[in-house]
């Protein structure tokens, strides 16, 4: 078979098996909203305080970028509270982490300060727990993705966040997991993680879950 008759089999197999059963290829790609939308929502108070730029400083030196950015924007880390998970859980054998029977001990970090800013340090091969600086108010048609910021990833940090669901208020309780052999400092006050929104319809349910109007403190498992 010649080089260009692959490739046009491959493109109408493409077409009829991708295209074809999601619909339009740039209905997918527009899914997410864009800073113009996004700077529209904030007039809802979808998230507060809102900074409707993207923004490498802060008190007066460089900051790792937080606020509204091409298809997203940057969420801080608060100063409020930040806990990281002990390393002798006093496990009874047999025994494991369960959400149903949260008895996780976990300690407070105290935030350090240097030249830098306000930071608070994970130590190695660590998990932590953070919270986002922004208060979060979702309308029942919107619905958000948030991941991690190259700049912590580069350092071996996995940022764990799960979806925001329409409807939901409240601060988000952020995960941390120190992948590295030395400790990460998380800068406080800075850019975070990326919260991506998209639109989803109006739901028949707004979240009324455990975690609706969590306040500004870590809020661990909870069924």
């Given at each position: 078979m010649k080089p260009l008759a692959a490739a046009t089999i491959f493109s109408e197999l493409f077409s009829t098996t991708i295209i074809g059963r999601f619909g339009a290829l740039s209905s997918l790609i527009t899914m997410f909203l864009n800073d113009k939308e996004i700077d529209?929502?904030?007039?809802?108070?979808?998230?507060?305080?809102?900074?409707?730029?993207?923004?490498?400083?802060?008190?007066?030196?460089?900051?790792?970028s937080y606020g509204l950015s091409q298809c997203g924007y940057d969420i801080r880390l608060s100063l409020e509270q930040f806990?990281?998970?002990?390393?002798?859980?006093?496990?009874?054998?047999?025994?494991?982490?369960?959400?149903?029977?949260?008895?996780?001990?976990?300690?407070d970090l105290i935030a350090q300060h240097s030249e830098l800013g306000f930071f608070y340090e994970l130590p190695p091969r660590s998990v932590g727990n953070g919270i986002s600086l922004e208060r979060f108010s979702m309308p029942n048609d919107i619905g958000a993705i948030v991941k991690g910021k190259s700049t912590y990833a580069r350092l071996g940090l996995i940022t764990n966040i799960t979806p925001i669901e329409p409807g939901w208020s409240g601060y988000l309780t952020m995960n941390f997991i120190n992948t590295s052999s030395f400790p990460i400092r998380l800068f406080a006050e800075e850019g975070i993680a990326q919260v991506m929104f998209f639109r989803c319809g109006e739901v028949e349910k707004p979240y009324e879950g455990h975690y609706q109007n969590q306040s500004a403190k870590v809020h661990l498992a909870a069924v």
């Open positions: 529209a929502l904030a007039e809802l108070d979808i998230l507060m305080p809102f900074v409707g730029e993207k923004r490498r400083e802060a008190n007066g030196h460089k900051a790792v806990s990281v998970f002990e390393d002798d859980q006093l496990l009874l054998e047999g025994q494991a982490l369960c959400p149903k029977a949260n008895a996780v001990k976990t300690y």
